[in-house]
């Protein structure tokens, strides 16, 4: 097994001297490939070279899959969304607190402060939706970003547009 860190330098095109480990992957064993998170080195408008060397004492051979080229790490920043329109039906089955917390924060909770929910039929099956509310605008908070509780509707702007978001639920 062995232990990959990775290091930056500012002069692309050659090798970087080491510098200190800005990732680090852990054991893994041969054969395998090994994921790093680097995206704290992403620059807008920008190059970063980055060098790998292994901590393990004994020699250890690192090669990547591209035979008549270097290998070559591209990073690439995409425009972030302005608003996410999560729309009806979002924890399928159970609207209760702990599934939106347990199945839905995992995937889109890196969106919450991008997020415009409308509730559908499932998130009823708690009373009141009360656990979409609770999650969307906190638990026991009257109103937020899922608009308010019992109102069957919740309006926001999105740059020039005007959204109205429409509760379905005849039994809200």
Known sequence: MTSVALATSERC???PPLG???AESG???AGTWATLDVSSLA???GSVAIGISTT???SKTLASREDSARPRLVLAAEPAPTAVLPLRDLQYEVGALAAFQTAYHPSWGRAMAK????PGNHEYG??????FFDYFNGAGVAD???GSRGRGYHDFEIGSWHVVALDSNCLA
Do not use: D, L
Request: glycine share 22%; proline share 11%; charged share 10%.
């Open 27 to 29: 054991g893994f064993a």
């Open 56 to 58: 393990s004492p004994s």
């Open 43 to 45: 620059r807008a408008g």
């Open 126 to 131: 708690t009373a009141g939706a009360a656990g």
């Open 144 to 146: 937020g970003r899922a």
């Open 13 to 15: 095109g050659e090798a």
């Open 20 to 22: 200190p480990a800005v």
């Open 115 to 118: 997020s415009q929910p409308v």
